[in-house]
């Protein structure tokens, strides 16, 4: 019989576990803690629960931790980690530190269905979505995972086409009896399903960013096919509808491709597109894939769109390009050996 994950369970399902098991139900608070604050590996480190009682939960569960198989270290510290999950499949995550913080990008799917043309991962096709315990396992498996202070759901997949099992591994990250954190500590990339993004702003209080990539729908299109079901216009009128005035952050990502959508026509019409939002704008530079066309824009394309943007009254970044010697970096992430 395959063990139950206890890693992913919430209290209330924890407390109908012992309850079935015939245990004391304050054994689930106790399990919460073990699993979520000590962090444990098995049930028998769990040494304020008896002998007896902890044979019992053992036939039914385990702790459901995962090493990764894999570690790639970049020269600038980066690390990507491959992970197996169900079905004999493997995702990908990646940490990142930077001065006081390590942000952990968490994987959401296996493959993305969404095929992005810039993006490796979308080549993979769809192959299946995680589990509250696969996603919550990337966090507390990684290394140094206890100096952890942020999380992007910017991985592989579309967090948004996992919407239940991402938003049960972050009840669970900001939970008293998990982890506790802030969810001003978690951030979620979307390329923009308007339902679940409704449903996002409604059911949690974590920062959104929204991958943008091109102001001119024709254009955005033929990058991002999701443009014909879901239109960065929509999207705008959607999120002006909501009260951004709760810290929470509102943020668009713009990958500059040389050429493309780096002039500053893009710029302007960036500009009028989300002109009176209270955002931000991360521009970002494009990561040459395997059999791509697309080339990077020049640091100096990138500067000048970042200052008439700057200059609009916006605040405009260029994001530091991170682990892209380990395929870590934004787009690149397919579990494939290169």
């Given at each position: 019989?395959?063990?139950?994950?206890?890693?992913?369970?919430?209290?209330?399902?924890?407390?109908?576990?012992?309850?079935?098991?015939?245990?004391?139900?304050?054994?689930?608070?106790?399990?919460?803690?073990?699993?979520?604050?000590?962090?444990?590996?098995?049930?028998?480190?769990?040494?304020?629960?008896?002998?007896?009682?902890?044979?019992?939960?053992?036939?039914?569960?385990?702790?459901?931790?995962?090493?990764?198989?894999?570690?790639?270290?970049?020269?600038?510290?980066?690390?990507?980690?491959?992970?197996?999950?169900?079905?004999?499949?493997?995702?990908?995550?990646?940490?990142?530190?930077?001065?006081?913080?390590?942000?952990?990008?968490?994987?959401?799917?296996?493959?993305?269905?969404?095929?992005?043309?810039?993006?490796?991962?979308?080549?993979?096709?769809?192959?299946?979505?995680?589990?509250?315990?696969?996603?919550?396992?990337?966090?507390?498996?990684?290394?140094?995972?206890?100096?952890?202070?942020?999380?992007?759901?910017m991985g592989m997949g579309e967090p948004l086409n996992n919407y239940d099992n991402v938003m049960k591994?972050?009840?669970?990250?900001?939970?008293?009896?998990?982890?506790?954190?802030?969810p001003k500590r978690i951030t979620l990339s979307t390329i923009g399903v308007i339902p679940n993004i409704?449903?996002?702003?409604?059911?949690?209080?974590?920062?959104?960013?929204?991958?943008?990539?091109?102001?001119?729908?024709?254009?955005?299109?033929?990058?991002?096919?999701?443009?014909?079901?879901?239109?960065?216009?929509?999207?705008?009128?959607?999120?002006?509808?909501?009260?951004?005035?709760?810290?929470?952050?509102?943020?668009?990502?713009?990958?500059?491709?040389?050429?493309?959508?780096?002039?500053?026509?893009?710029?302007?019409?960036?500009?009028?597109?989300?002109?009176?939002?209270?955002?931000?704008?991360?521009?970002?530079?494009?990561?040459?894939?395997?059999?791509?066309?697309?080339?990077?824009?020049?640091?100096?394309?990138?500067?000048?769109?970042?200052?008439?943007?700057?200059?609009?009254?916006?605040?405009?970044?260029?994001?530091?390009?991170?682990?892209?010697?380990?395929?870590?970096?934004?787009?690149?992430?397919?579990?494939?050996?290169?």
């Amino acid at each position: 019989m395959n063990q139950q994950h206890l890693l992913g369970m919430t209290l209330t399902e924890l407390q109908e576990a012992v309850t079935e098991l015939g245990l004391p139900k304050y054994a689930a608070r106790q399990i919460a803690d073990w699993v979520y604050v000590k962090r444990v590996r098995s049930i028998d480190e769990m040494t304020n629960i008896s002998v007896r009682n902890r044979d019992i939960l053992k036939k039914k569960f385990d702790v459901g931790r995962v090493e990764p198989v894999d570690i790639k270290t970049s020269v600038d510290g980066t690390q990507k980690m491959l992970f197996p999950v169900k079905n004999g499949k493997f995702i990908e995550s990646v940490n990142i530190p930077e001065d006081e913080r390590l942000t952990i990008c968490v994987s959401s799917q296996v493959g993305c269905k969404m095929n992005c043309s810039f993006c490796m991962t979308g080549r993979m096709g769809f192959l299946g979505s995680l589990s509250a315990n696969e996603i919550l396992n990337q966090v507390y498996s990684v290394p140094n995972a206890e100096s952890i202070t942020n999380l992007v759901f910017m991985g592989m997949g579309e967090p948004l086409n996992n919407y239940d099992n991402v938003m049960k591994a972050i009840e669970l990250l900001t939970a008293d009896y998990g982890l506790a954190w802030s969810p001003k500590r978690i951030t979620l990339s979307t390329i923009g399903v308007i339902p679940n993004i409704r449903r996002f702003l409604a059911e949690s209080k974590c920062h959104l960013a929204i991958s943008l990539h091109s102001p001119v729908s024709s254009q955005r299109e033929t990058l991002m096919p999701i443009e014909k079901t879901f239109k960065a216009a929509d999207i705008i009128e959607l999120l002006r509808e909501h009260d951004w005035s709760h810290q929470r952050r509102l943020s668009f990502e713009y990958i500059m491709f040389d050429g493309l959508n780096d002039s500053l026509l893009y710029a302007r019409e960036l500009s009028r597109l989300l002109a009176g939002l209270d955002c931000r704008v991360n521009l970002i530079r494009f990561h040459k894939i395997p059999d791509s066309d697309l080339s990077p824009s020049t640091e100096e394309t990138m500067v000048r769109f970042r200052d008439f943007l700057t200059a609009k009254g916006f605040t405009c970044t260029i994001r530091a390009s991170r682990g892209e010697d380990i395929y870590a970096a934004c787009g690149m992430l397919s579990t494939a050996k290169i």
